[in-house]
């Protein structure tokens, strides 16, 4: 059973667009929503995270939305630059146990 | 950031034989992960380590695997015997505590083959 579900898997835009990748959970439990950025080659790195006593969090050009009753956030990028096109997995984890559940990604390409 | 490091980046061995994924964590912390990912899926999580025991473990981490941290040294995930099954990409993580608050980074992950 996949707890956490992410769309598109591939998203292209240009750069100064704003892309938006979306996420969806099944289990009403999880409160912390990691995104983690990945290059080829390299390991995820944690880029933003939001608890889900929250509904927005912002760092810079990144954005989470988050709507609990939907059971479903997103993260937007604004400005996209070309040294965004990235995989972003999007997690989740319960309350006390420190496992992140990943989505599969979503292989994001900024076109100049 | 902090960096986690592991070694090797990439292991080819034949089905049967014994493996060990070594993995550096960040100096000063004290949780440990082994997360697989299989090539177009994703991450799954297999083990946490804390104090030299194990803390919680998935289904994915059978009874061939084992993890070690002796004496601080590498955080180690060993397969004995290797199976087809177990070709993955094997990612270790580290934090500094053992909530969801802790940040887990990650290494670059080593690319295991089983042949």
């Known amino acids: 059973q996949q707890q956490v579900r992410q769309s598109p898997q591939s998203l292209t835009v240009w750069e100064g667009e704003t892309a938006i990748l979306n996420c969806s959970y099944e289990?009403?439990?999880?409160?912390?929503f990691p995104w983690y950025q990945q290059f080829p080659g390299e390991g995820p790195a944690l880029l933003i995270s939001i608890l889900s006593v929250s509904d927005k969090k912002e760092d810079g050009r990144f954005t989470i939305f988050f709507n609990k009753r939907e059971k479903k956030l997103s993260l937007h990028i604004a400005d996209s630059q070309p040294g965004d096109s990235a995989t972003y997995f999007c997690?989740?984890?319960?309350?006390?146990?420190?496992?992140?559940?990943f989505g599969s990604g979503t292989k994001l390409t900024v076109e100049p | 950031g902090p960096k986690v490091l592991q070694i090797p980046s990439h292991q080819i061995i034949d089905m049967g034989q014994m493996v060990t994924l070594n993995c550096d964590p960040v100096s000063n912390h004290l949780y440990f992960y082994w997360y697989k990912q299989i090539l177009g899926q994703q991450m799954e999580f297999l083990v946490n380590?804390?104090?030299?025991?194990?803390?919680?473990k998935s289904k994915l981490f059978k009874d061939q695997f084992s993890v070690e941290r002796p004496d601080g040294s590498y955080f180690t995930l060993k397969i004995q015997p290797t199976a087809l099954e177990d070709s993955a990409v094997y990612f270790c993580?580290?934090?500094?505590?053992?909530?969801?608050?802790?940040?887990?980074?990650f290494g670059p992950g080593t690319r295991l083959t089983v042949l």
């Open positions: 997690a989740a984890s319960r309350p006390n146990y420190n496992v992140l559940y």
């Open positions: 993580a580290s934090s500094l505590g053992g909530t969801a608050s802790y940040e887990q980074y």
């Open positions: 380590f804390y104090n030299g025991k194990v803390m919680e």
């Open positions: 289990n009403s439990a999880f409160d912390y």
